[in-house]
């Protein structure tokens, strides 16, 4: 007898999709490639696109009331849009998201190595068992299921986050809080605050990973809601770090565009070069929250595609205690594995690959959040639905904002592993709408289990 599936809560299902949504990134990490063009402004940035990011957590809000499914956005678009574009919406989270899971434990490996040797300078390099350990406790965790793996991702995102306001704190208590250039609006240049805006709009992505816990949520009802507070809490976070790290840099008289790891430059700066430990902490910690929230998200996915026919049918196995989606946890735990020791043969590095992986879902999350946005107008015009003339308003305010996220990532076109990456990026959309449409011509059958078939 297969045990009944596991409830999760709210709370639970929030922190689920925080922690895909990786917030500790952004200051430890990518702030710098927002803060080259937005300079003082950083802050007004991160508020600015999270304001978009809100509106279009709104429309796939939407969806996910009217279609709640494990599949999330497969399930959304094939309903609301159209059955080969929920097709591409599935295999792109599956390989947007799959990267994200391919990078998460050696990044956590990376983060944990290197503040051990902070602390124990002839410690040997411990990054690959560090890897592999992480892939390990969260598979396992991942395979106990889904109540306690997004317990702990939620403890473990708190601790992250926790880590990162604490070096905030400490920060403007040392260099002060008021920073008037900040708020001197008449010296933006908006040109550059919109390349910003580009830029700023990748890390909010991930929110949307909520919906995949639809059937195991105690109150499935409130995941469009729990969609809407991520981002509007991660956006507040995101301002404020923002905000605090200009700040410093500032007084600094140096360039936070030019920093590769600044909050590890501001701990040195203030003269407590053990907060760059509690920074590679905090990293290490969220890397591992992302590794059980991927398991999580991706198995769903790969669920419920089975379940509607597109993947193998032994996908949909569900282990017999815990009744959580086994077989498909036990291939991605296959596939990272191997990802980690090709990285240990090849001696690749790593944040060559987690650019590679970036690029990869950032492209993901374009392409959905846009097919989201036309899939929710659609929907709410066909029903002729009140929030139909809203929807079309932040339809109207977010594709071009998306729009330009894509030019800007393939124009001037990268050379290297990251065009090569753009390429497979099109190539799989490519494919992936070519095998929908062939289905559609000679086997209707199929494309109409995808929207018709319940798991």
């Not at 909010?204 to 909520?210: D, H, L, N, P, V």
């Not at 991520?230 to 700040?247: I, Q, S």
Request: proline share 5%; with cysteine.
């Amino acid at each position: 007898m297969v045990h009944s599936a596991q409830r999760v809560s709210t709370r639970e299902v929030w922190g689920h999709a925080v922690a895909n949504i990786t917030p500790s990134a952004m200051p430890a990490v990518t702030i710098a490639l927002v803060a080259v063009h937005g300079g003082s402004f950083t802050w007004l940035a991160y508020a600015l696109v999270g304001l978009v990011m809100w509106l279009v957590a709104v429309q796939l809000g939407i969806l996910a009331k009217h279609f709640p499914s494990p599949g999330s956005l497969f399930f959304y678009l094939a309903k609301a849009l159209h059955p080969v574009a929920g097709l591409v919406a599935g295999f792109t989270m599956i390989l947007g998201y799959g990267g994200a899971l391919l990078g998460a434990p050696l990044l956590c490996g990376l983060f944990a190595n290197t503040g051990l040797h902070t602390l124990f300078p002839q410690a040997p390099d411990l990054l690959f068992p560090l890897a592999l350990a992480t892939l390990a406790i969260a598979f396992l965790l991942a395979r106990r299921g889904v109540e306690i793996s997004a317990r702990w991702g939620l403890w473990v995102e708190w601790f992250s986050l926790a880590c990162i306001l604490l070096i905030a704190v400490l920060t403007l208590q040392h260099f002060g809080i008021s920073d008037p250039q900040q708020w001197q609006l008449g010296h933006l240049h908006p040109p550059s605050l919109l390349s910003a805006l580009v830029l700023a709009l990748l890390a909010y992505g991930g929110f949307e990973t909520a919906g995949n816990l639809a059937a195991e949520a105690e109150k499935p009802q409130a995941i469009p809601g729990i969609m809407r507070w991520a981002v509007l809490l991660v956006g507040l976070f995101f301002a404020f770090l923002a905000y605090t790290e200009t700040l410093a840099f500032d007084r600094l008289g140096q360039s936070l565009g030019n920093a590769s790891t600044p909050l590890n430059a501001i701990a040195t700066a203030m003269g407590d070069p053990w907060l760059g430990v509690v920074v590679d902490l905090a990293m290490a910690t969220a890397a591992f929250s992302a590794s059980i929230a991927t398991f999580n998200s991706i198995s769903r996915i790969l669920l419920s595609m089975a379940g509607h026919g597109v993947l193998p049918h032994i996908l949909t196995r569900r282990h017999l205690t815990y009744g959580t989606p086994v077989v498909a946890l036990y291939a991605l735990g296959v596939v990272v594995l191997a990802s980690i020791v090709l990285f240990w043969l090849t001696h690749t590095e790593i944040l060559s690959l987690i650019g590679i992986f970036g690029t990869f879902t950032a492209l993901g999350f374009v392409l959905l959040y846009a097919l989201g946005n036309l899939a929710a107008l659609r929907y709410l015009f066909q029903q002729r639905l009140e929030l139909r003339w809203l929807s079309l308003l932040i339809t109207l305010i977010s594709l071009p904002l998306l729009g330009a996220v894509f030019y800007g990532t393939v124009v001037p076109f990268p050379s290297g592993s990251i065009g090569n990456t753009i390429l497979l990026f099109i190539f799989m959309v490519c494919a992936t709408t070519a095998l929908g449409l062939y289905w559609s011509r000679f086997q209707p059958e199929r494309i109409q289990a995808i929207v018709s078939r319940e798991l």
